[in-house]
């Protein structure tokens, strides 16, 4: 069915609730083409500021293709002008609306809304008035290698590069000259480049622990790559997506059956493949601690990891800071010991440790190795609303 097509329902023909699902498009032309697919998420969250359902939007702002900012603003044509994916830009939204007493909506990818609900349960963000779009992630890049990987594996010039997408299991490029280059995901990671390696081993893919759910999976025929399909996940979802609707931001129309299947598939598929990535990386250590001294020696205590630390809600004063120093006797990282503790319930795995560690100490394997253990027992997810089910169900298994 094309965009124009007649039979689009209108408002007041759409139930708005919990678990409804559809496709949609802003339908302002040219947030359309600059969306990732169809610029739904930026109108979803222009609407909700032009009509104070929110004092604020997080979103990126673009420099190029491999760097942007994540600002908070109040003003809908930067909004607006925020429309698209940047594959090889990290995010830090949870940091950003942490402590700020504000109506917030922003985009997240998985990892991001577990940030922010992290905060939430240590009452640095009020999650009643933070309106979170979450987006369906295969995986992020660090912006360096994909620099580098764009020189060894695909010949071409990061300057040169207009545009990006994921498709059957290929990273595309697009350059200025208008050619596209594209190769497989498998052939990149095998090679050493492609996604975070946090990413590969992530199995939230669809992130339902936000309001919304959006991302291009299960948008077919002529409206792929063209129109997000949306999931409302809660009533803050539907009351963001009614309000898009309204102050006519968006148009939206029920999904095919073939749609909803498709991205169930994925989603499942995709979910196994992180589950697989897991068993590899996390391979059993005959000597846990010599693993874990050897790995740390050359940490130069600079605090970076935690400063980025999405779910670290400490402040610059805390237990782990104390022993930022190389004179203990231990002969290993008191530092990173304390911060094992204190994050074995709430290490995302977002990766942002790793990517900004100045030795390059691989401290998100180093964190979720720990975490994994402690979270698998207390059979407990970072990013599990406390306020609901499972939570009460979880038991302590000792
Ligand atoms: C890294 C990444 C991987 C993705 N992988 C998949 C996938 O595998 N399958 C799938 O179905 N969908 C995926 N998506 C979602 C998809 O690309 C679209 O974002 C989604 O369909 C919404 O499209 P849109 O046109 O409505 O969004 P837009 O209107 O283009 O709005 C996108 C919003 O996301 C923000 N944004 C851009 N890049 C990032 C980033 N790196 N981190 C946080 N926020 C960002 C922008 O600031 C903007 O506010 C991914 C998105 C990202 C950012």
Known sequence: MSQDSPSIKTAHQIVMQKGEMFVGWSTKEDVRKRGGSGGLVTSVLAAALEKKLVDAVVVLKKINEFEAVPIITSDVNEVLNSAGSLHSVPSNFAKLIANKDMKVALPAKGCDVRGIIEQGKRNAVNLDNTFIIGLNCGGSMHPVTTREMLEVMYKIKPEDVHGEEIEKGKLIFKTKDGKEHAITIDELEEKGYGRRESCRYCTIKIPNNS??????????????????????????????????????????????????????????????????????????????????????????????????????????????TEFHYRGDAYKMSMYHLVRFLHLADSCIGCGQCSDVCPVDIPLTRLYRRFANTVQEQLKYEPGMDLRKPPYFEAKLEV
């Open 211 to 320: 309001d919304l759910a959006c991302g291009n999976w299960g948008v077919t025929g002529d409206l792929a790559g063209k129109a997000t399909f949306v999931e409302i996940n809660s009533e803050k979802g539907a009351k963001l997506l009614q309000n898009a609707i309204d102050a006519g931001h968006i148009q939206l129309q029920k999904p095919d059956e073939k749609g909803v299947a498709a991205r169930a598939k994925i989603k499942g598929a995709m979910e196994g493949l992180g589950k697989k990535w897991k068993d590899r990386v996390f391979v059993p250590l005959d000597n846990r601690l010599e693993y874990f001294r050897k790995e740390l020696e050359n940490c130069i205590d600079c605090g970076a990891c935690k400063a980025v630390c999405p779910t670290c809600s400490c402040g610059d004063v805390s237990k782990c």
